[in-house]
């Protein structure tokens, strides 16, 4: 007889562990591993790389997005036990596998668990030779992609970076999620910065729940769609949709990785765009399957690895330069082919040195790209942000008609026609 699959039972007192622990008794392919009291149980148990294959039942406690997502990476094959219809849809949607407790009949429990430690053990081989999360290489868009795609509307997301010292991303991705919905539809803003978010201050939200928190609880529990998503998002004008940020820096354990995925593939199939400002930092602490709280930077990287295009916002000064330089190299690092578009903001005649030179310095470090030029129009952005609109609500200006241009150029248009944007004020404080 063959090594039979180690199992892990967490049945939290359901009326089907007794018959599946004597089907687990007479099965030729599995055995019982451990009965697991409940869910921290069950994944330290799964974390030692012991069990091949877990039973779990629906309404255990705390059973989420995030555990499910960690029994799979843990090489464990997970089958959910619910009985009810609305917990098989809400599990499902999580990614887990679900099943019908009638469906474990004695002879089947065995075939079902080697069935499912083998496709998890397949899983984590396929895991292993791709490059982690953060690491040269790892593009990592693909399958969300598809996954988004069956849904049979596909947003493209413009992830806005930029290095450390406020070059300016946030007033770049207001402005351009501003712009975009003024020529092209739908637009989902996200603001995904973990450290310093200022996108619900630009745009004048004045709202004490997070859309960012909201949508990642619902994501968590299940409960995450596009009418959802679009629910936790506020209207700051017409076709421009807002997920506000953080309440406080200290909150953004609270985006798990799961949840986060989750967002990102519900806000595709929301808009056309989706536009995402991140924060600064590239650093990977490196992935802990297990740890207690999510990477701080897992938002940042996890939006870079889904985008279409990345908008590199750098400031025109010397120290700003220095760090879009070094910020180029280490995003090249990190995502090898996608499309970058570099802007240089709060360009001004006093720093001595034109456009070409600037673009020249550009392509020494990463090749040919895209630049885009933003004037130093201070009265323009302290007016807008000021009264808490966009600029294309503030009228016309230098900054404005430079950002236009790169609405123009993201979509692959030449430049339009302006026309500005009717605010819904009452959309923005409720």
Same mark, same amino acid.
């Given at each position: ?71 799979? =990476? /843990? ?69 969300? !992609? ?22 300016? !991303? ?80 200290? =909150? ?8 986060? /995925? ?63 330089? !070094? ?20 360009? =001004? ?6 456009? =070409? ?59 339009? /026609?302006? !026309? ?11």
């Amino acid at each position: 007889m063959g090594e039979r699959t180690p199992v892990l039972v967490a049945a939290a007192g359901a009326g089907w562990e007794s018959g599946v622990l004597e089907a687990l008794a007479r099965s030729r392919t599995s055995v019982l591993h451990k009965r697991c009291v409940d869910l921290p149980d069950l994944l330290a148990t799964a974390r030692t790389g012991l069990a091949g294959a877990a039973l779990v039942d629906a309404a255990l406690p705390g059973l989420d997005a995030d555990s499910v997502d960690l029994l799979r =990476r /843990a090489g464990v094959g997970s089958l959910v036990l619910a009985g009810d219809p609305g917990d098989r849809d809400r599990l499902t949607r999580l990614g887990a596998v679900v099943l019908h407790p009638d469906a474990l009949t004695a002879g089947d429990v065995g075939a079902l668990v080697a069935q499912a430690a083998h496709q998890a053990a397949h899983q984590a081989d396929d895991r292993a030779d791709e490059p982690p999360a953060g690491s040269a290489g790892a593009t990592g868009p693909a399958e969300p !992609r598809q996954a988004a795609a069956d849904d049979g509307r596909l947003g493209r997301v413009l992830v806005v970076w930029g290095p450390a010292g406020a070059p300016g !991303r946030t007033t770049v991705a207001v402005g351009l999620a501003a712009e975009l919905a003024a020529r092209a539809g739908e637009v989902l803003l996200l603001d995904a910065d973990p450290y310093a978010g200022a996108v619900a201050q630009h745009l004048g939200v004045l709202d004490d729940v997070s859309g960012l928190l909201a949508a990642a609880r619902l994501a968590n529990a299940g409960g995450l769609d596009p009418t959802t998503l679009a629910a936790a998002a506020r209207t700051a004008a017409d076709g421009l949709r807002v997920l506000t940020g953080l309440p406080r820096a200290d =909150r953004w354990s609270e985006v798990r990785p799961a949840a986060w /995925a989750e967002v990102l593939a519900a806000a595709v199939r929301l808009a056309a765009h989706v536009v995402v400002d991140t924060g600064f930092s590239l650093e990977d602490a490196g992935e802990d399957l297990f740890a207690p709280a999510p990477r701080r930077n897992g938002t940042t990287l996890g939006a870079l690895e889904r985008a279409d295009e990345v908008v590199v916002v750098g400031a025109a000064d010397p120290v700003g330069l220095a760090r879009l330089a !070094r910020g180029l190299v280490e995003l090249r690092d990190v995502l090898p082919s996608t499309p970058l578009r570099v802007v240089v903001n709060r360009m =001004r005649p006093s720093l001595g040195w034109s456009e =070409r030179e600037v673009a020249g310095m550009v392509e020494g470090f990463v090749g040919p790209v895209p630049t885009v030029f933003l004037p130093d129009d201070r009265p323009a952005a302290d007016r807008a942000l000021m009264a808490g609109r966009s600029l294309v609500e503030d009228g016309d200006s230098p900054l404005r008609e430079a950002l236009a241009g790169l609405a123009g150029a993201v979509l692959g248009q030449a430049p339009a /026609a302006r !026309r500005g944007l009717r605010s819904r004020r009452a959309g923005r404080a409720r």
